[in-house]
């Protein structure tokens, strides 16, 4: 006995199939059904965007005309097929083509994949290698070097966005509206992986073997999870990797923070991370900044260089002087420890005591430190050990792309237009825009750099920022 299956439209038979369970082993049950889905997906495709088509060639302005049909491969998750849709020709001065239905969709020309489809596979990327990812994917019928090259071009279009945002801000002086985030208190963490480089050389022409990728995390406070175990979970958290070198690094942070937080509401940020001159930049970028050395390396420095490490670090957190005999280390290695305690005792206390005791600190407020967790789940399982190898281009590109899919921005990079935040430009007033308030003075701003930074209203917006820092 056969198995007939009718797809109806509109009342009206569509696709119909035979199956004849004979032909097939009981075992393959569930390949045969899988395969059963993708054609009746396919043809429902078919079908669906040749009403789309109709629709639009219907409803079409009357200064297009039609030169034709052209068929076009389309690769989704239930495999790649053809269709037809009609080419126009603007009879107006532009003088340019256009298939309606690509625009009406949001297809990029040129690329197979559906919008929906270069998400999943980007998306696949940032988690597993190219390899695995086209394994995972076989249905859509694209090929690795495909995929790899998808993530490439949507990882780009978000850095060159990235690159039009900060010429808009830092050159031409207008800025897109804030997020709708207002936290008295922004907790962002910095920190950098070293990772193997392929075929690149430094300015000599000698080989270069690594880079640091440089990222940071950004937060509004802590929540407490619903376990036995105190355990907790960052609140609001977004992510920040560095894939421009023209830009300065806290410039794009700061421009991300902007996106997502109005920051003329923001009274403190607390910056954490070790003692590499790009984080302590981070001071003179945001506005009243507090400092506060990543726990991980005090710890190290602290057992390495004193027998009583712990003892150590807990003084040195809370900012009081160790008193008593402690037994030190021998050794240059333990010696070079102390040195680097003694470096850095003021930056090592913990942010809570360091703050003004007037200033109203959460009652849930913790301590920094968890960088080095997120980087290495975000950035270090991707990109390091497993003898892989980056050049800097790629490295910064499947950087960018880990940042878009932890932040939910994926979506916006992977079809023919650009993102809403590319094409908004919005002039920043001194003496009447919503950020010239009374929290102004407190508030944290991109640093006013560039090629105008000596013009008038980047003077007045500087004396209003008022930075300074603890």
């Known amino acids: 006995m056969a198995i007939k299956i009718i797809l109806e439209w ?78 126009y020709s603007d009879s107006g001065k532009n003088g340019r083509y256009h298939f309606l239905i690509d625009e009406h969709l949001n297809w990029t020309p040129y690329v197979r994949a559906t919008p929906d489809m270069t ?31 998808l993530l490439q071009a949507v990882a780009e279009s978000a850095i060159q966005g990235e690159k039009q945002e900060h010429e808009v801000c830092f050159d031409e002086g207008s800025l897109s509206p804030p997020g709708r985030g207002k936290s008295p208190i922004l907790y962002t963490e910095a920190d950098g992986i070293h990772i193997c480089l392929q075929r690149e050389k430094d300015a000599h022409g000698k080989r270069r073997k690594h880079y640091e990728l440089k990222s940071c995390i950004a937060y509004e406070g802590w929540e407490r999870l619903p376990q036995k175990q105190e355990r907790y979970r960052l609140v609001n958290k977004k992510i920040y990797c ?32 070790d003692d590499a001159n790009w984080i ?34 807990d003084a040195l957190r809370s900012g009081v002087v160790v008193s008593g005999e402690l037994h030190k280390r021998e050794g240059k290695t333990a010696q070079k420890s102390r040195d680097y305690i003694s470096r850095h005792q003021t930056e090592g206390i913990d942010w ?25 789940h975000l950035f270090s399982d991707r990109m390091k050990d497993r003898g892989m190898s980056w ?21 916006k990079w992977c079809g023919a237009n650009p993102a809403e935040s590319a094409r908004q430009e919005l002039s920043f007033h001194v003496l009447d825009s919503q950020y010239a308030t009374r929290n102004t003075a407190r508030g944290a701003l991109p640093a006013l750099k560039g090629a105008h930074a000596s013009r008038p209203w980047a003077k007045a917006i500087r004396q209003l920022t008022q930075i300074r820092q603890l």
Not at 124 to 135: G, L, M, Q, V
Not at 246 to 259: K, N
Not at 281 to 291: E, K
Not at 391 to 411: M, P, S
């Open 10 to 87: 509109e009342g009206k038979k569509q696709v119909e199939m035979r199956l004849a369970p004979s032909e097939y082993a009981d075992k393959d049950w569930e390949k045969v059904c899988d395969k059963i889905g993708d054609n009746v997906s396919r043809e429902l495709a078919i079908r669906w965007l040749g009403i789309i088509e109709e629709r639009l060639f219907h409803t079409h302005p009357n200064e297009l005309k039609v030169e034709g049909f052209r068929s076009r491969k389309r690769a989704t998750p239930f495999g790649k097929f053809a269709i037809r849709r009609r080419l």
């Open 119 to 149: 998400q999943s596979l980007v998306h696949s990327c940032t988690k597993s290698s190219f390899r695995e990812a086209t394994r995972e994917h076989s249905s859509c019928g694209l090929s690795k070097s495909t995929i790899h090259s």
């Open 242 to 273: 560095h894939g421009t070198p023209g830009i300065p690094f806290w410039d794009g942070a700061g421009l991300m923070f902007h996106r997502y937080w109005d920051l003329s509401h923001t009274d403190l940020v607390v910056l954490g991370g």
């Open 280 to 313: 302590n930049a981070g001071m003179d970028a945001m506005g009243l900044c507090v400092r506060q050395q990543d726990g991980f390396h005090l710890a190290r420095y602290c057992r390495r260089g004193w027998e009583e490490g712990k003892v150590v670090y």
């Open 352 to 376: 809570r005591v360091k703050i003004d005791p007037e200033f109203p600190i959460p009652e849930d407020a913790r301590g920094l430190g968890t960088m080095e967790g997120n980087e290495s």
């Open 391 to 411: 050049t800097i281009k790629g490295a910064q590109h499947i950087g960018k792309a880990i940042q878009l899919v932890a932040n939910g921005e994926l979506d």
